[in-house]
């Protein structure tokens, strides 16, 4: 992120050296790999190698940056320093993201079963349990969605999604929705069903 003032100052002075010395480091390192004449653009070198002009691919990777620090409660909001990185992403940074703050749990008030198909055929995979739910997500060209169904608490609801979700994302919605409901709902043993086992092991 220290690059950050450099690249502004380019914007505002494009022959800054620091940034000039770095597309000359950038050029030379295409030239080499296309074999181009020296002659050959650079903007045309970027294009055919699928490389970002390095004064882009800084903001890009300070706005990453400023994104995780602020989502995991790190970053600290000062109208000047590096926390004036906003001012070019504050489009980007105020939107919610899923990224979550690992935490460790020593203690967990929740149980995962793989049942198998022998369980299934026998209909014993929901014994027990005073309230059954069942949660899915998907991803479709018309969109991306999430759904939880509960015929004991009397709940079908569906979430839609932005359309750049993925599949992984909409399951672990459907889970987390899921637990809201029951939570509110009721407070003997309850069973939430889902088919996306990767959900489930990052979950657990």
Known sequence: MAWLGHVERMDINPSAWKIFESKLVQRTACVGTTGAMRTCPTDTLNVILDLLPIDLLIKYIVSCSAIRLKESNSWLSKPYGHSNTTKFSSDIISVDTDYCTPTL?????????????????????????????????????????????????????????????????????AIKEACKIVKQNQNGNAAIFTDNQAAVKAIH
């Open 105 to 173: 749990s020593l203690s967990k008030c929740f149980k995962v079963i793989f049942p198998s198909r022998e369980d299934w055929e026998d209909d014993i995979v929901s014994i027990g349990f005073d309230t059954t739910t069942f949660t899915d997500g998907l991803k479709m060209e018309c969109g991306v969605g999430s759904g939880i169904f509960s015929e004991s608490l009397n709940v079908a609801k569906s979430f839609r999604l932005p359309d750049f979700a993925s599949v992984f994302q909409a399951e672990l919605l």
